[in-house]
C-alpha cells in the first residue's frame, strides 16, 4: 500500500512577517506541518522564526527560488486566489469542491497549495504550476487577510476528515511533467509553432495545458517516449536538411 | 414573513487591536456587519478603529458592559471554545453541525456568536449566557488565532449559500477527440514510435490514454493545431529527404 502523500503549504514571495507566523500557527492548528517559502522577503522570514506558537514547523520551513523547485514533488498543485473575475488559466472551485480530492490525493502522494503575497497574489506564471485553484467565497472588495485564508482552507480539509476514499490512480509529479513540457516544447520550437518572441508565453500556456490534463504517471512516461521519438525524428531530419 | 436577523459576533474582553482589525476583516469578507465587544482593553479598541479594510464596520462596533447586555436581543447565543477537556454546561458541536441551526435560527431572528480573550477564552459565566457552543477541530494544545477562529466559523455558515462557483468546462466530443487521435497517430508512426505489426494496438493505447486526459473543447483545438505544426515539419523534411 502507497504511503500518504504530505500536504505543503506554499507561500510566494510572502511579505509580511506576522502572516507567515500566522500561516505556520493555522498549520500546526489543523495539523500539518510542511511549510514551503518561495523568495519570501528574507527580513519577513528571520523575523517569523521568531513568532509564537509554531517554532519547530518554522525551523524546518524551506525556502525555495521558484515555484517549479517548490512543487516538484507534489503530484497536485492547487492554487489561490481572491478575485472573482479573474481570467485564470484552469478550473476555479470553492473550497468544499476542492477538499475532497485534496484528502483524496493525500491518500497516496504529495499536494501543495499555493498562496500569493498579500499585495498582489498568485501571478499568472506562478498559476501556471497549478492544476486548478481555489477560491474562498466572500464578497466585497477586500481581500482576506493570509493567515485566515490559510486557516479556511485547511479547516475545509480536515472538516470531514474520515471518509477520503482512496484514489487509485499515481498522478505525475511536476518534476515529471515539466520533463514532458520540455520535450513538447521543444518540438514546438522546431516545428516553428512557437516564435521566439512568443517564447515566455507560449511556454506558460503549454504548462497551463498539460496541468488541465491531469495526466498519470504511467501516462506522462508514455507521452514522453512518444514525443521523444517524435523529437529524434525532427531532429534526425533537420540533420539530414 | 418575518423579516432575516442579524449575526452578531461578540469579542469579550478581547486584548490585542490587531486581533479586532481582523476579526473586522473577517467579518467583512463573509458578509457581517455587526461587531459588539464587551469590555475591550480601552486603547485596543482605539488602535484597532484604526486598521485598514473594516473602517466602516470598527466605527459602526457597539461597546457593550456585559455579556448579558451584549447578547439581550438574540435568541441564540453560541459559544466557542478552543479546548476539548474543558468542563462545559451545554452541548459542543463542531462548526459543520453548527452551521445549520444558526442560519436556520438567522432566517427570522438575532444570533450572536461569542469569542473569549486570546489569553483565557470565555468565561464559565460568559458560557452560562450560551445555548451550546462551537470548537473548531484543531489538534494539538496551540490555540486558535482570534481572527482566524473567527474566519473559519464565519466560512462555515456561508459555506453553502449556494455561491460556488460553478465548473464551466466544456469536455471536447469524441469527433474532437479522434481528429487529435488521428494526427497523433500519424506523427508516431511518421516517427518510427509505432511499428506497422503493432498499429491497431497501438492506435487504441493512443486513444485509451487521450481520454483518459479528460481533455476540454479548447485544449483539444490547441493540442491539434501543436501536432499538425509538428506534423507539417515532419512532413516537409520527409518531402526532402
Redesign the interface.
Known sequence: MPKAGHLHVILVRTRNP?NIG?VA??M????FNSLRLVNPYTEAFREARSAV??AQLLKDAREFKSVADAVADCSLVVGTTAL?NRKLPH???????AAPLIRKRLASQDVAILFGSEKTGLSADDLSHCHWSV??????N?S??L??AV??CL??I????KSAPREKIDYATTAQLERVAAI?FE??R????VKPKTEPMSER?LRD?LR?????ED?AQ??Q??LR??A???GA??D??
Chains 1, 2 share one sequence.
Request: hydrophobic share 45%; aromatic share 8%; glycine share 10%.
Open positions: 506576522l500566522a500557527r493555522a500546526s492548528n489543523f495539523g506558537g509554531a472573482r478550473a476555479l472551485k470553492s473550497p468544499a469542491a477560491r474562498i467565497p466572500t464578497v466585497g477586500i482576506m487577510n493567515g485566515q486557516a479556511v479547516y475545509e480536515v472538516r470531514d476528515r513538447f518540438l514546438l522546431e516545428s516553428g509553432y500556456k495545458l488541465r490534463l491531469q495526466i498519470s501516462d508514455q507521452l517516449g512518444m521519438q517524435i529524434w525524428k525532427i531530419a533537420g539530414r536538411a
